[in-house]
C-alpha cells in the first residue's frame, strides 16, 4: 500500500515501526521554524538574548514583544531586520532606554558581521520593560539653612541630546537632605540644574530673586552621589516645566503607536514631544517637559490605527488637539478616549547624531535645517559640545520633502559662524520619510554653509526668523571694557534688555521698545564698572531670560 509522509510516497509493507518513527522524527526537524533563527544575528548584541529580542516566548515563535513588533510594523526588508540609527534612537518597551542603548549601540552603527558593540553585562531586552537599566542618581545637600521651608526644583539633563531624563521637586527644603532618581545610565554625562524659591512665587526666577546651580555628572559608573554645600555662586539655569498627560479608556488602540507633541499656540513653535511606540494599557501617563509660566499651548496627539508607523487625518488614523495655558507651572491635562476626531498639522523630527567630535570639545555647536526652497525650518545648538558622541534635533520636516542641515563648530571661538578653516562646516541633505535620523561622523571636508550673519540690531528676513524666544552667552566672556549679547526673538513685541550688578540694582538700559521678530545683537562696554559679576536680563511680554558675565579688568 502507497502512502505520502512529508511530502514523500512510501510503501507501508518496505518500512519497519522503527525506521518508520525514525523516519517521522526527521521530517519533523525538517519543519521551517517561524522563530526565524537568522534574525537575532541581524541586531547588535542579538545573539545574546536571542530569539527573546523581539518575542515574549523565549524560544521564538508566538507573540511578538514591543520591540518585535516595532520592528515588523517599520524595519523589516523582506524577511530581514533593516538596523539603522533610527531604530536604535526609538524605544521600544518605553522604559525610558532607547533601542540601542539596551542593545549597547546608541547611534546605531554596528553593522551585520561586526563584533558585538559595548559591555554584554549591560545588554537588556529591548522589548521587555526593564527599570533595572538605571543607575541612581543622588544629589546631597548640606548647609541649605537660608532655604529651610522653601521649595527646590531640580532636573537633570543628558549632555549628549540636552533632553530631560528626570526632574523631582521638595516642597519644604530642610538644612541636609537627599535627592534621589533612578536615571542615569553608565558611561552616560549629565548636568544637574536646580534652585531654591527665594521670593516664594512656586516657580523659577533668574538670580538674584531666585538662588540656582549647576553640578556636573560625567562618565559615570553605577549609583552616582554628587555633593553640594550651599554657597553664593549662583547661575541662571534652563528651567522649564512639564505637562502630564493623563490617557484614559484607550482600549481601542491597545498595541498601537501614539505620538504627541506640544505647540506654543502663539508662535506655532514646538517646545516638545513623545513618541509612545506600544501603548501599555487603557489608562497611562505621558511627561512632556518644555513649558514657560504664563504660556498658551496646544497638545496634538494621534493613535496610528492603520500601523503604517506615520500620521495619516482621520478617519485613518484617530487624532485629537487639546488647548491648555500654564499659569504658574507644571500642567496636568486628563484624556478620555472619544470620536471626536480632529486632523492635526503633524510635522515629523529630524535627528543629526554626530560621532567623534573630539577636537570640538568645549566649543559652540550650530546647526539649521532648510527645506530645498531655501527657507529655514529651525536652529539648535550645544552652548559647549560636552561629550564628543552626541545629537542634536529639529521638528517640523515634512514627509517626502528634501532639505539639508547645515552645522558648523565654532573653532576660532569667535561666538558666530566663520567661513573654514577658522570654523568646521559641514552639510548633509537628505529626503525625509517620516522622522529622520542620521550618522555624521567628523571628518575634515569642510563646507563653507553661508550661515546667515547680520549687522548689529537687524532684523532677521522673514524666512530666516528664529523659532525660539533664546539670550545667549555674551562674547566675549569675561570682558574688558565691551562684550555683545545677542537674542532671538520669534515675533514681534514690546522688548527690554537690562544689565544688573550682583545686588540686583539696574545699571543699563540697552534695549526699552518694540522690536520686530529677528535676531538682535547689542554691545555693552562697563568702562566705568569694576570688575565683577554682572546679570543681564531680557524681556518679552511674560517670558524673561537671565544670563550671568564677568567684567575682569
Known sequence: MLTSMCGYTIMKSSISMKSLMMFLLACTVA??????????????????????????????????????????REFLSGNDVVWNPRLAALDADGDGVTNGQELQDRFGQWTIGQPAPGNASLVSRPGSFDENNF???????????????????????????????????????????????????????????FYADLNGNGGYDDPPADHSWTLDADNVSGNTTLNFSHNTNFTPIDWTYAVTMNFNGMTPHLNQLLEIRIVDSVTEIEIGRKRVEIVPGANFTAVIPGLTRNGSYRADFYADLN??????????????????????????????HNTNFTNIDWEYLFRLNMLGMNPHLGQLLEM?????????????????????????????????????????????????????????????????????????????????????????GDPVPFELLPTSFSLFQNYPNPFNPSTSISFNLPQAGFVR?????????????????????????????????????????????????????????
Not at 541581524?42 to 520592528?71: D, W
Not at 540636552?162 to 554625562?189: H, K, Y
Not at 567661513?419 to 537628505?430: G, I, K, S, V
Request: glycine share 10%; proline share 5%.
Open 497 to 553: 534688555l537690562e544689565v544688573f550688578n550682583s545686588l540686583g540694582q539696574s545699571i543699563a538700559t540697552l534695549i526699552d521698545g518694540n522690536l520686530a521678530a529677528g535676531l538682535y545683537n547689542r554691545e555693552f562696554t562697563g568702562a566705568d564698572l569694576s570688575s565683577g559679576v554682572y546679570f543681564y536680563q531680557l524681556r518679552a511680554g511674560e517670558q524673561v531670560l537671565t544670563r550671568r558675565m564677568m567684567l575682569l579688568k
Open 31 to 72: 519543519l521551517p521554524s517561524y522563530a526565524r533563527p537568522h534574525r537575532p544575528g541581524q541586531i547588535p548584541n542579538g545573539t545574546l538574548n536571542s530569539c527573546s529580542n523581539c518575542h515574549i516566548n523565549p524560544g521564538g515563535g508566538g507573540p511578538r514583544n514591543a520591540f518585535g513588533q516595532l520592528v515588523e
Open 368 to 456: 539649521r535645517l532648510v527645506d530645498n526652497s531655501d527657507i529655514e525650518i529651525g536652529r539648535t545648538k550645544f552652548v559647549e559640545l560636552a561629550v564628543a558622541n552626541s545629537a542634536l534635533s529639529i521638528p517640523g520636516i515634512m514627509q517626502t520633502a528634501d532639505y539639508h542641515a547645515d552645522f558648523y563648530a565654532d573653532l576660532n571661538g569667535s561666538g558666530s559662524y566663520n567661513p573654514p578653516p577658522a570654523d568646521h562646516a559641514w552639510r548633509q541633505e537628505f529626503t525625509s520619510d517620516g522622522d529622520v535620523v542620521m550618522n555624521f561622523t567628523h571628518n575634515t571636508n569642510f563646507l563653507d554653509i553661508e550661515w546667515p550673519t547680520l549687522a548689529a
Open 135 to 193: 543607575r541612581t542618581l543622588t544629589v546631597s545637600f548640606s548647609g541649605m539653612n537660608p532655604h529651610i521651608g522653601q521649595l527646590l526644583g531640580l532636573r537633570v539633563i543628558d549632555k549628549a541630546t540636552n533632553m530631560e531624563v528626570g526632574r523631582q521637586t521638595v516642597q519644604s527644603i530642610s538644612s541636609s537632605f537627599d535627592v534621589s532618581l533612578p536615571v542615569i545610565l553608565d558611561g552616560g554625562s549629565y548636568d544637574v540644574l
Open 307 to 336: 500601523g503604517n508607523g506615520r500620521y495619516n487625518n482621520t478617519p485613518t488614523d484617530h487624532a485629537w488637539s487639546m488647548d491648555f495655558t500654564n499659569p504658574d507651572g507644571n500642567v496636568t491635562l486628563d484624556f478620555t
